[in-house]
């Protein structure tokens, strides 16, 4: 067995963009800085969406100009379409990222496309990344529910990973993105997804709603799935789901793999005291559990 899991660090995207308070932009490069110092080995920087739809990440160009890149780290970005990259790789990118939902339903309230519309507009892209050597990640979000049609059909799920896999994504990341997922339908669906694509190309993504993300990764690494996403001081959360709270914890969940013999190569308590800064620049207590007792102790 594997003992070794790589987390994805999503918060200075993922997290940032979900989050009412504006970050100044020193504070989004000092931020990665200092996760880049954690130890951690992929950091998504930023977006490249139209700062209309996400304002929060419209510095996207300063953020990548700004941030000091360590060896060994990878620092990828979220790109809607083919101007997306462009910028993107404008600004120096050397990895991205592309998005879609199995649900049709949440697809078209959030991007105002198909699942079908949707991969097209980033097809150019991978087509592109191929050329110039650029790794693609996938994500594919509303995989264990969807706030407008409920619960998402396995196949629905199985079908989007698969074809963004074909079209050259190196990894697909599967999002349970109102946080409605308990570990056993965790499980189910991860496997239903490796029987298609290759477990070492996927990896999860879970949002704490319901205060299961830990249990999901937990179920989901035990199941053989070695990547994990996961947002310092549990930033973020879905505008389109009533209650949706933030992704999974950062330093939980470096905590909690730690307990079960999994190393992460995380630096935990620079990491919680990350996550400790950035909740005063947000205005609010750290969303970490573990940041909380570190702190007290």
Partial sequence: MNDFVRIVEVGPRDGLQNEAAMLATADKIALVDRLSATGLRSIEATSFVSPKWVPQLADAAEVMA????????????????????????????????????????????NINASIDESIERFVPVLARAQLDRVPVRGYVSTVLGCPYRGDVPLDDVVRVARRLHELGCHEISLGDTIGVGTPLKARRMLLAVAAEVPMAALAVHFHDTYGCALANVAACVEAGVRVADSAVAGTGGCPYARGASGNVASEDLVYMLRGMGIDTGIDLEALAETGRWLALRLGRETGSKVGRALAAA
């Fill in 66 to 109: 700004g941030i000091r890149r360590h060896p060994g780290v990878s620092y990828p970005v979220l790109v809607p379409n083919e101007h997306g990259y462009e910028r993107a790789r404008a600004a120096g990118a050397g990895e991205v990222a592309v998005f879609t939902a199995a649900s049709e339903a949440f697809n078209r309230r």
